[in-house]
């Protein structure tokens, strides 16, 4: 089993950056992709970043491609979402999810609890 804890939300001011923290438990992080997610008041929960096991591949949702930046760090079991550029559609409780397998839209295993990011205008 593995316990993902988030960190590093906040309230930023539009076109502010953020970088978003999360924290793997156990000895297997570097056999599970990871994934970002976000759920916005009202809304469904959205796909953001994916990370493959070594850090080689990543995949981003058109709305944050070239804004935000996935990556992760296997020694310290932790993978990052730098956000830069930040808008107020931004707005949303930021997810990690972790995954044994190998694409952006397969099945995540376990969740984190969630951090609020709130951009202002």
């Known amino acids: 089993q593995v316990q993902l804890v988030e960190s590093g939300g906040g309230l930023v001011q539009a076109g502010g950056s953020l970088r978003l923290s999360c924290a793997a438990s156990?000895?297997?992080?570097?056999?599970?992709?990871m994934g970002w997610f976000r759920q916005a008041p009202g809304k469904e929960r959205d796909f953001v970043a994916f990370i493959t096991r070594t850090g080689g591949g990543t995949y981003y949702a058109d709305s944050v491609k070239g804004r935000f930046t996935i990556a992760r760090d296997n020694a310290k079991n932790t993978v990052y979402l730098q956000m830069n550029s930040l808008k107020p559609e931004d707005t949303a409780v930021y997810y990690c999810?972790?995954?044994?397998?190998?694409?952006?839209?397969?099945?995540?295993?376990?969740w984190g609890q969630g951090t609020q990011v709130t951009v202002s205008s």
């Open positions: 156990g000895r297997t992080f570097s056999s599970y992709a």
């Open positions: 999810a972790s995954s044994r397998g190998y694409s952006w839209n397969g099945k995540y295993d376990y």
